[in-house]
């Protein structure tokens, strides 16, 4: 292989790094300087860098490309190391590689460890904002990394439902373990706990993006032709706003629709989600419920999901809670999404719901005629329980009987759908 110097800049934290990767035919020699200390990194980095080049006799014309932590991270760390990389890079006339922060984590926890190939390696990272950036890829038998999710940002307190939701439905290819590693874990000791208790979940240690990470994943890129011209250098924040205001927040809002498989969100309906889960409501339904009807279930507190992404909805949930069981009221599927697990998502969050208030049961009602849906509740572990005649009122104004259907909940999470 060719000889390559790469300068390496990692800020997306308080952590301020630099690397200076130089490989001849006598080996690869790798030089790191740091300081810990948001605020001066822009005064920093430039005579850290020549520093690094002093020490290796070299000058800034004979390195080879500028590699940066592309992100996601601390908003001013990004833009510092994005500038000041495409900055040199014309200067120099030379490319820049830029490398996701997440897979920089990654490569850290990999490191530590002398992990194996061929493992599912999530990170989750502490966006601030009771927020975490998350990311999985995967280790190959070459050395070089595969991308299952590409960094999206989630609320801290839905990671465990959304990881349980990712591993029935894949990450690419099976694993039997996802390994959990990033500074969140350290950030948040509550989810640090809960992951640590799920079966299929292994934590690693709480890293971070290291400028010795980008060096050498970088080198890998520079390797396989990845570079790009100056010109191109972006940081990738995933967060579109840096502050959200307190409505905004009980919205759920806190994601950037550019960002490539976003996260879906489960949360409470709230009113200004009422329009859309009407539409989708008339658009399953033979006989769907008024926007009043969503309204009203609202102001009477009926226990109302919806599932979010990007800020369309894609699904929704409505339960009424009597005394010893949970009604299932509706729910919907945008349907080019059925067949991908949301419902049963929905279907999980009533039966945690029904666990928490101690409510025996879970029934419903389903038309005679609908038998997809039959067969998605029994598979589910719903039972047939009885019969109720001419209950339904179809779209020709005609009465069908709806089948009753029942599960029994189980006070332990293994027994949920």
Same mark, same amino acid.
């Given at each position: ?16 790094g630099l690397a200076l990767l ?132 989630? $609320? ?19 694993? $039997? ?38 060096a050498y994943l970088a080198l ?103 005394? $010893? ?39 419903l009602e389903v038309r005679v ?31 069908? $009987? ?16």
């Amino acid at each position: 292989m060719m000889d390559a110097h790469i300068l390496a800049i990692e800020t997306s934290s308080s952590l301020c790094g630099l690397a200076l990767l130089s490989r001849t035919a006598s080996g690869v020699q790798l030089r790191t300087l740091e300081h810990d200390g948001t605020g001066d990194h822009a005064e920093r980095l430039l005579p850290m860098a020549q520093a690094l080049l002093d020490q290796a006799g070299l000058t800034p014309q004979d390195l080879s490309a500028i590699a940066f932590g592309q992100g996601p991270g601390g908003f001013t760390g990004l833009r510092v190391a994005c500038g000041i990389a495409q900055g040199m890079a014309y200067a120099l006339n030379i490319p820049v590689l830029p490398v996701s922060t997440l897979l920089a984590a990654a490569w850290c926890d990999v490191q530590s460890l002398s992990l194996s190939p061929g493992h599912t390696q999530l990170v989750i990272q502490d966006a601030r904002m009771n927020e975490v950036y998350a990311g999985a890829y995967r280790l190959l038998a070459d050395s070089s990394w595969q991308t299952l999710l590409a960094p999206v940002l989630i $609320d801290v307190e839905q990671v465990p439902d959304w990881l349980e939701h990712r591993q029935k439905n894949g990450w690419g290819q099976a694993a $039997d373990v996802l390994r959990v590693s990033g500074d969140a874990l350290s950030a948040f000791k509550d989810l640090s706990s809960t992951l640590q208790g799920m079966p299929t979940i292994q934590c690693g240690t709480p890293s971070k993006a290291s400028a010795t990470a980008v060096a050498y994943l970088a080198l890998a890129d520079w390797d396989n032709g990845k570079s790009l011209p100056a010109a191109q250098a972006m940081p990738l924040y995933v967060r579109d706003k840096v502050a959200f205001t307190i409505q905004e927040r009980e919205q759920g809002r806190g994601g950037n629709p550019a960002a490539l498989d976003q996260a879906m969100r489960v949360l409470p309906m709230a009113p200004q989600h009422v329009t859309q889960a009407w539409e989708l409501e008339c658009r399953v339904q033979q006989t769907p419920w008024s926007q009043q009807s969503f309204m009203d279930a609202l102001q009477s507190g009926y226990h109302a999901l919806v599932i979010e992404q990007q800020g369309k909805l894609q699904g929704f949930a409505i339960y009424l809670a009597a005394p $010893d069981v949970l009604q299932l009221l509706l729910i919907a599927v945008q349907p080019d999404l059925q067949g991908q697990g949301l419902g049963r998502l929905l279907l999980e969050q009533g039966e945690r719901y029904a666990q928490q208030q101690g409510l025996a049961s879970i029934f419903l009602e389903v038309r005679v005629s609908n038998s997809m849906a039959q067969e998605f509740y029994l598979h589910c572990g719903y039972e047939v329980i009885g019969r109720r005649k001419n209950y339904y009122l179809t779209a020709a104004g005609q009465r069908e $009987d709806a089948l009753l259907m029942q599960k029994n909940i189980h006070h332990n999470k293994e027994q949920l759908c």
